[in-house]
């Protein structure tokens, strides 16, 4: 859970700081293009199992289904506003890690 919260304050902190064009590749933002939603799902896992909740671990991994939609409408809004720039940057980094 701990590492979820740091991931996340660390990709708010770089997600503040784009380039000039407004595109993150900074930070941890070189190591998964959306570090962001990998640190909220490791910290709600992390809470899932420290309570011992099947439920909450159910709703957790539905909320990843619906969050990896949101990624997807999300990258290809990138490519159609950041173009080839984002397309090799989705080369180079992973969706998540």
Known sequence: ???GLGLCTAAMVA???????????????????HPMYVGY????????LLVRSPVLL????????????????EERWCLETFGDDY????????RYL
């Open 1 to 3: 859970m701990p590492g």
């Open 15 to 33: 997600f503040y700081a784009p380039d000039g064009r407004g595109l993150n590749t900074n930070g941890v933002y070189r190591l998964s293009r």
């Open 41 to 48: 799902f490791v910290c709600f896992v992390g809470m899932a």
């Open 58 to 73: 159910g709703v957790v991994l539905i909320f990843q289904v619906a969050a990896h939609w949101m990624v997807l409408a």
């Open 87 to 94: 397309a090799r940057y989705m080369r180079s980094v992973h």
